[in-house]
């Protein structure tokens, strides 16, 4: 094998498709043609680093051939094998930080969240609670029914005594004699003495 010749390109013919390489180490300036040529990198351009063999053409005159853009030849390759190896790890890895980022802040968004949406609750359901608590306060032990009965009465002013409105208060729904909430109803009409019945 011929020993290989750091040069670079001194001149280029693009309608002619061949030009001269300067040897880095002196000497005559070599013939090269565009077959000759990589095809990696782009078109030859004046002033490019070169590696090459020299050969004799039929006419016994001196050519490159083999020729080698050092730079798109050693490095290339090696950083696409590298990207090759490492690109899938890197993306499974990639992937494993990213759900574990996921991870990290939904736990976090959870312990910050969780004590607020906790109280928010609870105050929905008490306020859910206040109606029934409001609209249905405690209410004295139902007396037992003897001469009255749930009639859609729920008013004071339809009852004849203490004792009725006590009955209705106690017994029939959507009653309006105690607006006070005490459990004593019609206290300005019927209960309002002590021994009132």
């Known amino acids: 094998m011929d020993p290989r010749i ?7 013919n693009v309608d ?5 390489v300067k040897p880095i180490n002196g000497g005559q300036d070599i013939f090269v043609h565009v077959s000759d040529y990589p095809t990696r990198g782009g078109a030859p351009e004046v002033g490019e680093r070169l590696s090459f063999e020299i050969k004799l053409n039929k006419d016994g ?6 020729v080698q853009r050092p730079g798109a030849i050693h490095s290339t ?3 696409r094998k590298v990207r090759a ?4 790890r890197n993306s499974v ?25 906790h109280s928010t609750a609870s105050a929905a ?14 209410l004295p032990t139902p007396m037992p029914a003897s001469r009255w009965q749930c009639d859609g009465r729920t008013h ?28 004593t109803p019609c206290e300005s009409q019927w209960c309002s003495h002590p021994f009132a019945k």
């Open 6 to 12: 750091d040069g670079t390109l001194k001149t280029w």
């Open 16 to 20: 002619k498709g061949f030009g001269f």
């Open 61 to 66: 005159k001196k050519k490159a051939v083999n």
């Open 77 to 79: 390759p090696a950083r």
């Open 85 to 88: 190896h490492a690109g899938p």
């Open 93 to 117: 890895f990639g992937r494993v930080i990213a759900l574990l980022m996921v991870s990290v802040v939904c736990a976090a968004g959870y312990q910050y969240l969780a004590p607020k949406l």
């Open 125 to 138: 359901s008490s306020l859910v609670g206040e109606p029934h608590s409001t609209s249905s306060p405690a």
């Open 156 to 183: 004071c002013s339809q009852m004849t005594s203490c004792e009725e409105a006590k009955f209705f208060l106690a017994n029939c729904p959507n009653t309006e004699m105690d607006g006070d909430h005490d459990g």
